[in-house]
């Protein structure tokens, strides 16, 4: 527990008051980036809005259910669906203090994370190469928008894995690198949460249109 120590100043003999021990609150780095995901929910939440204001504004231009193919965006979402499901393997390798096991299957879900935006980019140059840019109409413009929006989201998550495997190899299971596995998880599971989303709202009922 930190105490104040009332200690006389060197120089004017003054009091000052010193707070001997951990200054920083229990848990307080997951609290701030539980903050920080909610505030990631403010900007998804505009993205989709705007979405369904303009996702029939077509602009005489091909609608989603000429464009989308929901085979290739279903294999796309098991990707990432099964990327969530092997970071919890590594959580509990990391919980049984296990760092080959933590590495490992980090390791798998970086190839899913990488495998999800490998599809994505294909499917935006598809898209591009057939003319159904962003330019194209204000349903184009919001699809790009959410959707690229949330594979850049998936592109920083996989720098960060990259950064955290080298910390583990680096420092092991240390306090601070088990703390960023926690704090990885779960912006990776919030990433999945919104791309069901976007899946459901912007993919299958885009197609019904």
């Not at 009332?6 to 848990?27: S, Y």
């Not at 085979?71 to 990432?80: D, G, K, R």
């Not at 583990?168 to 990433?191: A, D, P, T, Y």
Request: aromatic residues 14%.
């Amino acid at each position: 527990m930190s105490t104040a120590v009332a200690t006389p100043a060197a120089d004017n003999g003054k009091l000052e008051f010193l707070v001997r021990g951990e200054h920083h609150p229990a848990q307080g780095t997951l609290l701030g980036f539980w903050i920080y995901l909610m505030s990631d929910c403010l900007i998804f939440a505009a993205l989709f809005a705007t979405y369904g204001v303009l996702s029939l504004n077509f602009a005489g231009g091909p609608s989603g259910a000429d464009l989308f193919d929901l085979e290739l965006v279903a294999l796309n979402t098991a990707f990432l669906l099964v990327s969530s499901i092997t970071y919890g393997f590594a959580v509990l390798k990391m919980q049984q203090n296990s760092l080959k096991g933590t590495i490992g299957w980090l390791a798998v879900t970086g190839v899913f994370g990488l495998s999800f935006l490998a599809v994505e980019l294909y499917e935006f140059y598809h898209l591009l190469h057939i003319g159904a840019g962003p330019q194209r109409s204000g349903f184009l413009s919001a699809f790009f928008t959410l959707v690229g929006t949330h594979g850049l989201h998936v592109t920083f998550g996989c720098i960060w894995l990259v950064t955290l495997l080298l910390q583990l190899r680096k420092h092991g299971l240390i306090q601070e690198n088990k703390r960023r596995v926690f704090c990885l998880s779960m912006f990776w599971h919030f990433l999945d949460v919104i791309w069901i989303g976007v899946f459901t709202y912007v993919y299958l009922m885009g197609s019904m249109v």
